[in-house]
């Protein structure tokens, strides 16, 4: 694996979906209030995958450390556990995107609201509370209630406040769709390494809850995020919210081979539901757009 083909590797492309879907549902609904701005709007997207990445290479760190990426591992091959990259290496460029972060959520604060730079520290300190620190979050089964706030209600929500200086009702529902579909996405990882996980004693939900019952949890955020749009044309008897619903025929691929699928197999359902992830947010944001030109 050449070194820039390892460094791609190791951002987890599938997983990137994650931190784009709330940025569009958030812009989108301040666009269809009138209040939207690409440098911001471009600026955010920055800002959310560089946080997404910085998760991602924060983990590969503690797994490599703690014996989590071994041989038995039945997921994609991590780069530092390949030796394609050093563990100095991976540490240095982890500081180095948490830095410039840093310096682009200044930025952003300037030019929008100084109350977004709590949201924004919180955001960093998950990156690295996720897999480091005194308590792994992932390793205590606690990083997927962690996901659904970071990733649905803080990430969609917070880019409507970057725009509006305000909180709605709408953006607050509306922030359930990526909050759940982002924590499935994490639990068809934690599933598909149910064994090696609790191998090594790291202690995911999954290897808690074991594979049948993940399951059951894994369809029931499924259904949840499809009651989103549902409950959202019956709040606001705009049938328009129905849109997201295009994507149902995913949904029900999901649910259907989360069981049927084993080990490496798992890999594909993985980025089914980023490309579930992100159409969601494409189709709940050409809501919000139709809702204002027509």
Known sequence: MSNLRAWIHSTRPKTLPASLAPVFIGSSYSYYLGKFDWLIFGLICLISLLVQISTNFINDIYDFKNGVDNINRIGPKKSLFTGAISLSQMKTASILIMFLTFMIGLWVCSMTSWWLMPAGILSMLFAWAYTGGPYPLSSKGLAEPFVFIFFGLVATNGTIFAFTNEISQIGVYASFMPGLLSTTLLMVNNIRDIEN??????????????????????????????????????????????????????????????????????????????????????????????????
Do not use: H, W
């Open 197 to 294: 996980d609790s191998q090594v004693g790291k202690m995911t939900l999954e290897v808690r809850l074991g594979k049948e019952k993940s399951v059951k949890l894994f369809n029931f955020l499924v259904t949840a995020a499809l009651l989103v749009p549902i409950f959202m044309v019956l709040t606001y008897q705009n049938f328009l919210f129905f849109i997201p619903l295009i994507a149902v025929p995913l949904y029900g691929r999901l649910s259907k081979y989360i069981d049927k699928y084993q080990g490496k197999e798992l890999n594909k359902l993985l980025a089914l539901n980023g490309i579930l992830l992100i159409l969601n947010g494409l189709l709940t944001s050409l809501t919000f757009i139709f809702m204002k030109i027509l």
